[in-house]
């Protein structure tokens, strides 16, 4: 069985004259999930029907399953929250932090992966460690030198959201079981992207937000939250999260426990018709495609992404310490502060993120695609 796959630019809403190298920002939605998701505004338009009440609980189960299936993990172990933020958030507030104990992010860490612990550690007494950049990118040897016997938590991600530099989690989640720290992964540039097991990471929280690699739209996002931690009290307190649900409107104050495994984490208005017919579509779409194929399919592309920038004396992470799906370009006399303005004008589009040009193809993608972002780039004058 092939490990790549053909191009899927027909799923999508795509002009022939864009060339989109842009998917670590947006994911495009798929043709069939702006499908789901016009027919669902119409079940909104219909609130009394009770078989659509009933499918939207039948879709929100089938996201958590789903997605679930995509990381390794029984659906008990999904909740479905509003943002990365607020998952890092409910982490944050589920983790014991001491005073004089440490807490282990990286260098320009994705703000929804570090505010709440920055936060944290000036409330306790405790310290916040950054990793600075390594010079041989090796991000994994440098994070696991900063992690001893007084880190508490460990927040990263299976790579640097600027560049794609990658991070072995499987490694740090070792040595955070060795040293006693809890391990919170932001997964939203790797989901839908590449594998992640959870059962060989074994992360105490991880989130990813569904509008980028998972094709989801937003508003619509992804916590794992491990066995140990399903006592942990929710952000948000209503009817569905509750164990013993209760008459509506009939709180008895003793039934705060919570709902079975990480659903008590739910979101609020979790019942949105219209975003887990959306969802669900993508998700599914992306069982089907299966994830080391679409992996194996994005790398060739990135791949001659970076024979081109090589070719022009441009500065990346190396293949061997780079994500497939993610390649952050710098050059000696950097970029145009207005960049993406630029080469959106030439229907080209990527993202600048600090000083790199970072460049995330898709399944839509092709080579005269890379060609013509190189082309465009070409033309850009000195920053």
């Not at 705060?256 to 959306?278: H, K, Q, T, V, Y």
Request: net charge negative.
């Amino acid at each position: 069985m092939t490990d790549q796959l053909s191009n899927q630019k027909a799923m999508f809403d795509i002009p022939e004259d864009v060339v989109y190298l842009n998917c670590a920002s947006q994911g495009p939605l798929l043709q069939i999930s702006c499908r789901a998701g016009q027919e669902s505004v119409m079940r909104k338009a219909q609130p009394w029907d009770a078989q659509s009440r009933d499918r939207t609980a039948d879709e929100i189960e089938r996201c958590r399953s789903a997605y679930g299936l995509l990381i390794g993990s029984e659906a008990d172990n999904i909740a479905l929250v509003h943002s990365t933020s607020y998952g890092i958030k409910l982490a944050a507030e589920s983790l014991p932090l001491l005073p004089g104990q440490n807490i282990v992010v990286i260098e320009d860490q994705f703000p929804s992966n570090f505010h709440a612990w920055h936060l944290k550690t000036r409330e306790v007494g405790a310290k916040l460690t950054i990793v600075p950049t390594p010079d041989d990118w090796d991000w994994t040897s440098a994070i696991l030198a900063h992690i001893n016997c007084n880190t508490a938590i460990v927040a990263t991600a299976p790579c640097r959201w600027t560049d794609g530099s990658s991070i072995d989690l499987v490694a740090l989640g070792r040595r955070c079981r060795e040293v006693g720290a809890a391990l919170v992964v932001d997964a939203t540039q790797s989901a839908g992207a590449m594998e992640l097991d959870v059962n060989e990471i074994d992360p105490d929280f991880m989130i990813a937000s569904g509008y980028k690699w998972l094709l989801c739209p937003y508003a619509f996002s992804f916590l794992y939250a491990a066995p140990r931690h399903h006592s942990a009290q929710p952000i948000e307190h209503y009817t569905w999260t509750l164990s013993d649900t209760p008459p509506l409107g009939m709180m008895r104050g003793d039934d705060m426990d919570g709902g079975s495994g990480a659903r008590r984490f739910d979101m609020g208005e979790r019942n949105n018709p219209i975003l887990p017919a959306m969802a669900i579509s993508a998700l599914e779409q992306l069982i089907e495609w299966r994830l080391e194929r679409i992996s194996r399919s994005v790398e060739i592309l990135t791949d001659l992404v970076e024979v081109a920038a090589l070719n022009r004396g441009m500065l990346m992470p190396p293949k061997h310490r780079r994500v497939a799906h993610i390649i952050g370009i710098r050059r000696q006399q950097g970029w145009p502060e207005d960049l993406q303005n630029r080469l959106a004008s030439m229907g080209v589009y990527v993202s600048k993120r600090g000083d790199a040009m970072r460049v995330s193809p898709y399944l839509y993608n092709e080579a005269d695609d890379v060609q013509r972002l190189f082309e465009a780039v070409d033309h850009l004058p000195a920053a």
